[in-house]
């Protein structure tokens, strides 16, 4: 099987990944229930994922009912699971390659918007390959989810992941679009559909407690320098702000992102009352097709 530009290491490091995130995600999984703390979750995957020698991609998603991405909790964070629709988002990686995947544990009843973001992640698995405009793998997508009476989430999409980039190109839409760039071998690529009963468009809430080193550059504040040192050291990949020591973390925080040193990602949601599942598999685009690296994490049954 040939990967076009990819070498055999970094083939190697995309499928370690890969096995790494499957055995994180389906014991994570299993600790979701009423009563049990999102910090819990949270920190038990990114230890699991330390202790296997590999690194954390980017902060556990942990995605509540109307929320569809960067939701991760704060440091002292006591909030606890309900009866609710919870979207969980693991990200690996093995010397900079990335495993991406995700999937929905719901205590709504509503099990049929589950199985919509389901099922279309296994028709956008079929459709993709070597040659395939990434706009007919959304149209893929988009088909399903509107076949079982729901909406897509129309503005986020899926990407490609390359060595310590984590959200690349080329973007994979959840809708369908005519004219596209297509698929090439060696591209590996996290295809994530997002169902929804709501208008299908999500928006910034007011929440944000993931951050990215956006431009390194010299400060001044003592705390906004210790903080900086510690940013320095995760390859430039997101990260949790429950992930850094110190006193006066957010102050922090707050300084380098007015300096432009590091961005904050609020957490997307859509409007209103309303719910939102997720599902995501990650991808190598091979000459003759692709192969999933985080196959064991839906069951496609």
Same mark, same amino acid.
């Given at each position: 099987?040939?990967? /076009?530009?990819?070498?055999?290491?970094?083939?190697? $490091?995309? @499928?370690?990944?890969?096995?790494?995130?499957?055995?994180?995600?389906?014991?994570?999984?299993?600790?979701?229930?009423?009563?049990?703390?999102?910090?819990?979750?949270?920190? +038990?995957?990114?230890?699991?994922? *330390?202790?296997?020698?590999?690194?954390?991609?980017?902060?556990?998603?942990?995605?509540?009912?109307?929320?569809?991405?960067?939701?991760?909790?704060? @440091? #002292?964070?006591?909030?606890?699971?309900?009866?609710?629709?919870? $979207?969980?988002?693991?990200?690996?990686?093995?010397?900079?390659?990335?495993?991406?995947?995700?999937?929905?544990?719901?205590?709504?009843?509503?099990?049929?918007?589950?199985?919509?973001?389901?099922?279309?992640?296994?028709?956008?698995?079929?459709?993709?390959?070597? !040659?395939?405009?990434?706009?007919?793998?959304? =149209?893929?997508?988009?088909?399903?989810?509107?076949?079982?009476?729901?909406?897509?989430?129309?503005?986020?999409?899926?990407?490609?992941?390359?060595?310590? #980039?984590?959200?690349?190109?080329?973007?994979?839409?959840? *809708?369908?679009?005519? *004219?596209?760039?297509?698929?090439?071998?060696?591209?590996?690529?996290?295809?994530?559909?997002?169902?929804?009963? !709501?208008?299908? &468009?999500?928006?910034?809430?007011?929440?944000?407690?993931?951050?990215?080193?956006?431009?390194? *550059?010299?400060?001044?504040? @003592?705390?906004?320098?210790?903080?900086?040192?510690?940013?320095?050291?995760?390859?430039?990949?997101?990260?949790?702000? =429950?992930?850094?020591?110190?006193? /006066?973390?957010?102050?922090?925080? =707050?300084?380098? &992102?007015?300096?432009?040193?590091? &961005? !904050? +990602?609020?957490?997307?949601?859509?409007?209103? #009352?309303?719910?939102?599942?997720?599902?995501?598999?990650?991808?190598?685009?091979?000459?003759?097709? $692709?192969?999933?690296?985080?196959?064991?994490?839906?069951?496609?049954?």
């Amino acid at each position: 099987m040939s990967y /076009g530009d990819l070498d055999e290491h970094a083939v190697d $490091c995309y @499928r370690e990944a890969g096995e790494i995130l499957v055995e994180t995600m389906n014991e994570a999984r299993e600790m979701i229930e009423p009563g049990v703390t999102h910090l819990e979750v949270a920190e +038990y995957a990114e230890d699991r994922i *330390r202790e296997a020698d590999a690194g954390i991609a980017f902060p556990v998603n942990i995605s509540v009912d109307e929320e569809a991405s960067h939701a991760t909790p704060g @440091r #002292d964070d006591d909030t606890t699971f309900g009866e609710e629709m919870v $979207c969980l988002d693991i990200g690996v990686h093995v010397d900079g390659y990335i495993a991406d995947a995700a999937v929905t544990v719901d205590y709504t009843g509503n099990d049929e918007l589950v199985e919509a973001s389901e099922s279309a992640l296994e028709a956008a698995v079929d459709e993709a390959g070597p !040659g395939v405009p990434v706009g007919e793998v959304g =149209r893929a997508i988009e088909e399903v989810i509107r076949g079982y009476g729901f909406t897509p989430v129309l503005n986020l999409s899926g990407h490609g992941v390359q060595q310590y #980039d984590a959200h690349t190109g080329p973007n994979v839409p959840n *809708r369908g679009v005519d *004219r596209s760039v297509e698929l090439e071998p060696g591209q590996a690529i996290a295809i994530e559909p997002f169902a929804t009963d !709501g208008r299908g &468009k999500v928006g910034e809430g007011a929440t944000e407690e993931i951050f990215e080193l956006e431009r390194d *550059r010299s400060v001044r504040d @003592r705390r906004a320098r210790d903080v900086l040192e510690q940013v320095r050291e995760l390859d430039g990949l997101p990260f949790a702000a =429950r992930w850094l020591e110190g006193s /006066g973390v957010d102050m922090a925080l =707050r300084r380098l &992102k007015q300096r432009d040193v590091v &961005k !904050g +990602y609020p957490v997307l949601k859509e409007d209103g #009352d309303c719910l939102v599942s997720q599902a995501e598999h990650t991808l190598l685009v091979t000459e003759d097709g $692709c192969e999933v690296t985080t196959e064991g994490i839906h069951s496609f049954d």
